[in-house]
């Protein structure tokens, strides 16, 4: 009999990977890149979707899609991304990822991963210079531009237990505060339990 959590994961730099090493250690549960998933490995009572945020949405989300009307019941998502935690950013990125015809059902959690110029590839970094050089030209910075723009210049890695503990509580069955992730609506869970 399959174990009761599946980490499905999908990490380019790394970041996401070794959240995935910290959950495994913490939960003892099997973990499966996305790029290796298939049907038959989706028979676990929990599954967990990990991935960097990219353009505002959870890289990788979409080709689950052919699997969602199966899993969404046990499905939990989490994003990984340079910036730190905001409480609006787990639901932004719900928003953003998940369907209007899931979202209601899935909860979704956020944790700072880290950035470096250095891993990028060349189309990623094109994307980032246009992205910096807009930054340099704004008469006003918000706190996330101007992490962006220190991050540009000195790596960043914040890649630690602590950033996914609430993660890890939710899936371990304990309570953790709403404030900390984008929980399902209440009835919608219910209604699918």
């Known amino acids: 009999m399959k174990g009761s959590l599946l980490i499905i994961f999908r990490s380019k730099h790394g970041y996401v990977k070794r ?22 490995m989706l028979g676990y009572d929990r599954i967990l979707y990990i991935g960097s945020v990219n353009g505002g949405s959870i890289a990788g989300f979409k080709k689950l899609a052919g699997y969602l009307d199966g899993i969404y019941k046990k499905l939990v998502v989490c994003g990984v991304g340079m910036l730190p935690f905001r409480k609006e950013t787990p639901s932004r990125l719900k928003d953003t990822t998940i369907s209007v015809e899931y979202e209601r059902f899935i909860p979704v ?39 962006i723009l220190n991050a540009s210049k000195t790596p960043v890695d914040e890649v630690k ?21 984008s929980p399902p609506e209440e009835a919608a869970r219910e209604t699918a339990e």
């Open 19 to 40: 959240y995935v090493d910290i959950l495994g250690n913490a939960l003892g549960c099997d973990a499966v890149p996305l790029e290796k998933l298939k049907r038959d």
């Open 109 to 147: 959690f956020y944790a700072q991963g880290g950035f470096d110029m250095n891993e990028l590839s060349r189309t990623e970094k094109l994307a980032m210079s246009m992205m910096l050089r807009q930054l340099q030209s704004a008469r006003v910075l918000g706190d996330d531009d101007t992490y």
């Open 161 to 181: 237990t602590a950033n996914i503990k609430p993660l890890i509580d939710f899936l371990d069955g304990k309570n953790v505060d709403k404030a900390l992730y």
